[in-house]
Structure formats: C-alpha cells, structure tokens
C-alpha cells in the first residue's frame, strides 16, 4: 500500500468538474505514468464494477494508466466531483488502490477537499506538501472504508432525494416537496436519511446551503446579504447564525481567513 512513498507521485492538477444530467458526454481517462482520483461531492454516478453499483457523495475513484473515469448518472441525475491528478514515475502507481472506496465522512470529504483546492490554487505551498498530504489522508480514508466494510450501493430513493436538494438548495423547500421527489412518505425519507447519511434531510440541506456560501466567500467578493439570499437565506441573521455554528466562525472572519 506504501510502494508511492518510495517515489511519491507529482501532484500537478486539483479542481473540479460537474457533468451535465446523465452524465458525462466525455469521460477521460488517465494517460501512462498518471493517476487520476475522483471524488464525489455530490450527486450520483455508476461505478465500473461488472454490475455497475450507484454511487453518491464520498465515493473516491482511482483511475490509473489506461483507465476511463467515470461518466454515467441516471438521466434525471447529475454528479459532482473533486479532482486530484498525479504523475507518476516510471514503475507507476501503487497497484493494490482499488478503483472506488468510500469516504465515509461527508462533512470531513468537504473541509479537506475545499481546503486542498485553496491552498493549489490560492497559497504559495510547495506542491510535494500537498500530494502527500492528499495521498496520506486518501490512503487513511481506504483503510478505515475496509474496516467498516460498509457498501458501496445508495438506495435509489436517497440518491433522488439527495439530486433533488443539489438542485433546488436556493429554493424554499419543504420535506414534502423532497419526500414526493423521491417518491416516498416523509417517515421513510427521515429512515433513508438517518440510517445512510447520519443526519436528517434538514441537515443536509442546511450543509449543502452552508457549503456553497464557503465556497463563495472564499473565491469572491459578494456581499455577505446578497449570498445569504442566493444560497436559500432571505433573513441574513439567520444565515450569519448557520454559518458561524457549521464553521466555527462567522461569515467575515471565513472571508478574511480565505481571502486570496
């Protein structure tokens, strides 16, 4: 599992990629001497298993040389992904990385990755530092994925519930408009929620709101009102209250902190 600690692999790409509904029209793939990871942020897509497993927020790919990455979501899905490119030397990449695993913490698989894309993107730090970090804790989340022996599968009711929160998190949403977009009772869409996610389906469109506004404030210069109203929040108190308790510190001081 440590071969890459021997020749470590160069980070040369991070960023992202969100496909159109049903997938994408052009899957890539990762030429010789290159690794490729995707992982999922949001939204669902089909593994490359025999018999393609749906897949949601967390899954991690590894794609090798030769090796496509993943494309298809059902026609009324979408899938989001952070990607992370590596070259490698000329013995390649460790070859035990199975093509998926899943990172079983939402909300750390978001604080890392948003912070792995600021400091490529806006931090003078060496790249050697980053690659290592991100292959340390890639490498942490597959051995604590084996030990829980969780599965891959999403129920197809989560994965439309989840689509359609993605989708609509600016709009005014109830429980009964999420519950009748997956077709199920609000009773099951609270099971489905608690017993896969670990949250409720408020929590998760609360994070999902929150999420968006940290990106924004970290990449723009929006005033803090007119991104509460665009991410869901019409009454900016309430929205500078969220933002505080999810990130530990108010909107400003996010800004400031992240602030090219």
């Avoid at 790919?61 to 490698?88: I, K, L, M, R, T």
């Avoid at 994965?159 to 709009?171: G, H, P, Q, V």
């Amino acid at each position: 599992m440590n071969n890459w600690r021997n020749l470590p692999p160069r980070l040369t790409r991070v960023g992202t990629y969100k496909s159109p509904l049903g997938g994408s029209r052009k899957p890539t793939s990762a030429d010789q001497n290159e690794v490729l990871f995707e992982v999922i942020q949001e939204g669902s897509v089909y593994g490359l298993e025999e018999q393609p497993v749906l897949h949601g927020e967390g899954a991690v790919f590894c794609h090798q040389a030769g090796q496509v990455s993943v494309s298809d979501s059902p026609s009324e899905s979408y899938y989001h992904c952070y990607v992370v490119w590596f070259e490698c030397g000329q013995d390649g990449f460790a070859p035990d990385w199975p093509r998926v695993f899943q990172w079983k913490d939402r909300k750390s698989m978001h604080a890392f990755m948003d912070e792995i894309l600021h400091a490529f993107h806006y931090v003078a730090m060496p790249l050697d530092v980053i690659g290592n970090l991100i292959l340390s804790r890639f490498e942490f989340e597959l051995e604590r994925s084996r030990s829980l022996a969780r599965t891959q599968a999403i129920p197809s009711q989560l994965s439309l519930a989840t689509d359609f929160i993605n989708r609509n998190y600016a709009k005014p949403l109830s429980l009964d408009d999420v519950a009748k977009a997956a077709d199920v009772s609000v009773s099951h869409l609270h099971m489905l929620f608690r017993e896969q996610l670990g949250e409720s389906p408020h929590q998760y469109l609360i994070q999902k709101r929150l999420r968006i506004a940290g990106h924004a404030l970290a990449t723009g210069n929006q005033s803090i009102k007119a991104l509460a109203a665009e991410v869901g929040y019409p009454n900016a108190e309430n929205f500078c209250r969220a933002f505080k308790k999810f990130f530990g510190r108010s909107a400003s001081e996010y800004r400031q902190a992240y602030s090219r």
